[in-house]
């Protein structure tokens, strides 16, 4: 079946303006994570979705990011006012709610450019 | 906070011989640990995971890992590499069914023939 799938897969913006990613995860995933992934900061945690619900958005780096989801489907993170240290790649997983699994499953990622 | 160390940023290693991958993890909770592997150019890939039952798990490359509680380790070992492992390594830790994963920094396994 069709795994997760991110739009875009390249991104270059200028700084200041805003952009929006978004994550289609695997059909029937009830859990949808966004990571992001920069040199020397390694993998991070950004939020997490169950549902429509984000009960762990702990991981946001300021008010200018945003994370949405609906349908219990299709997520959007949007970078308000982009800075150049929000070059990074931002990675989407999703993962079922069944207790013999927990395994995330990632997409491919976009990679972000802030020139 | 939690946090899960890679000892090992990078490790070169010659073709047919063993290696191992070192991730430390701190929590006196309960875990759920993965190994991740990203080849390059492309996306991670889970490897193996530890959930409950036995602390040895094997992937069908012939990874293997093992799950020590009193270290709050989760090594990864390979008794023979071949030129295609190449690729960085990601250790992670849950800690709650269902939430996030806190990811190491990663480990750079280089074979050479």
């Known amino acids: 079946g069709a795994g997760v799938s991110q739009s875009p897969s390249n991104k270059v913006t200028e700084k200041g303006k805003d952009v929006e990613l978004r994550c289609d995860p695997i059909s029937g995933h009830t859990a949808l994570y966004w990571y992001r992934q920069s040199l020397g900061q390694g993998l991070e945690f950004l939020i997490y979705f169950q549902g429509n619900s984000a009960p762990d958005k702990s991981g946001l780096p300021s008010d200018r990011f945003s994370a949405e989801r609906t349908g219990g489907s299709v997520s959007t993170l949007t970078i308000q006012r982009t800075q150049q240290e929000d070059s990074a790649v931002y990675l989407c997983a999703s993962s079922t709610d069944r207790a013999s699994s927990y395994e995330q499953y990632f997409g491919p990622g976009t990679r972000l450019t802030v020139t | 906070a939690q946090s899960v160390t890679q000892l090992d940023s990078q490790v070169p290693v010659f073709e047919e011989a063993p290696v191992e991958l070192r991730c430390n993890y701190s929590?006196?909770?309960?875990?759920?640990l993965f190994w991740y592997v990203q080849y390059p150019n492309q996306g991670l890939q889970l490897l193996l995971k530890?959930?409950?039952?036995?602390?040895l798990v094997k992937s069908i490359n012939g990874f293997e890992a093992e799950f020590n509680k009193s270290q709050t380790s989760f090594h990864l070992r390979k008794p023979s590499v071949h030129i295609s492992d190449t690729a960085e390594y990601f250790c992670a830790v849950g800690y709650n069914q269902g939430g996030k994963l806190i990811f190491g920094q990663g480990t750079e396994l280089s074979v050479k023939p």
């Open positions: 929590s006196s909770v309960s875990v759920y």
């Open positions: 530890y959930l409950s039952g036995s602390t």
